[in-house]
């Protein structure tokens, strides 16, 4: 049996299970409070969710794919798990920061969530959302009619934002991908690139004929007035990548993928 300490967080899927029962003959899992490392099974949803309970505890997080896409996930070519431990040992760490969305309600209510991949603010009926999108203190855009709005993290790059058309962004880059969804007017605009420390606010206009939503990764908040979005580099959390499959070299392959 492994001397590492790992706890393991697994989805409830048959797939997972039968992983974490495999892991569980080479490494006897520990509870979180004992744990150097956190074993995440499933797919980028679970990861986003261990990263958000666990990743702020100096925990370092590895992710093994027992869903679909898995792109922040490690693939494991059997349920031969001998090599786990030194897969641990010699992973690549990167850094990921969260963004810090906070939302004030047409009732006045303030909440605050934080997302790994990243911030959507959507309409809600069938009238277009206005939006005024304010960029560290200045107007960028007065009234932007659409369907919604979206920042994402380097990490969130190839997930909702790709589908947007937006740019993939290496980990490395220290910035931030903002992209209309569905754009009105003005039609020409095609999403801009922000500095990692810029602080993004959203105003809702005539928030009563056009109700918008806010998402922060899966947590939603209805009846929005006003969203101001950052990103918090001193929460980001440690990922593990193995060595031969490089986050960096996935991000860069991606952008090269032709689709068939």
């Known amino acids: 049996m492994s001397s590492l300490r790992v706890a393991i967080f697994a989805a409830d899927t048959e797939k997972a ?33 261990v990263l958000r309970r666990y990743g702020m505890r100096d925990k370092k997080i590895y992710g093994i794919n027992c869903g679909s896409v898995g792109f922040l996930m490690n693939l494991f070519a ?29 009732d006045g209510t303030k909440l605050c969530h934080i997302a790994f991949n990243d911030v959507s603010l959507f309409r809600r009926t069938a009238q277009v959302a206005k939006l005024r999108v304010i960029i560290d203190g200045e107007v960028r855009l007065q009234g932007m009619l659409c369907d919604g709005i979206n920042l994402s993290t380097p990490a969130g790059s190839t997930a909702y934002n790709l589908s947007l058309h937006g740019p993939i962004l290496p980990l490395s880059s220290n910035l931030m991908a903002l992209m209309p969804i569905a754009p009105f007017r003005p039609r020409r605009w095609r999403g801009a690139l922000l500095p990692q420390e810029s602080v993004l606010q959203i105003d809702s206009l005539e928030s009563e ?47 090269f993928t032709e689709d068939h």
Not at 85 to 106: D, G
Not at 239 to 246: G, I, K, T
């Open 17 to 49: 299970k039968r992983c974490r029962a495999c892991i569980e003959k080479v490494i006897s899992p520990v509870s979180l409070e004992l744990a150097d490392y956190v074993l995440a099974l499933g797919g980028d949803g679970l990861m986003l969710e």
């Open 78 to 106: 059997s349920e031969d798990f001998s090599s786990l431990e030194n897969k641990l040992l010699t992973a690549a760490t990167y850094s990921i920061a969260p963004l810090v969305l906070e939302t004030t309600q047409k």
């Open 209 to 255: 004929k056009r109700p918008i939503s806010a998402v922060a990764d899966n947590a939603e908040v209805m009846d929005v007035i006003c969203a101001c979005i950052r990103q918090d580099r001193g929460s980001a959390v440690s990922v593990l990548f193995d060595s031969e499959r490089d986050l960096q070299e996935r991000v860069i392959k991606e952008q």
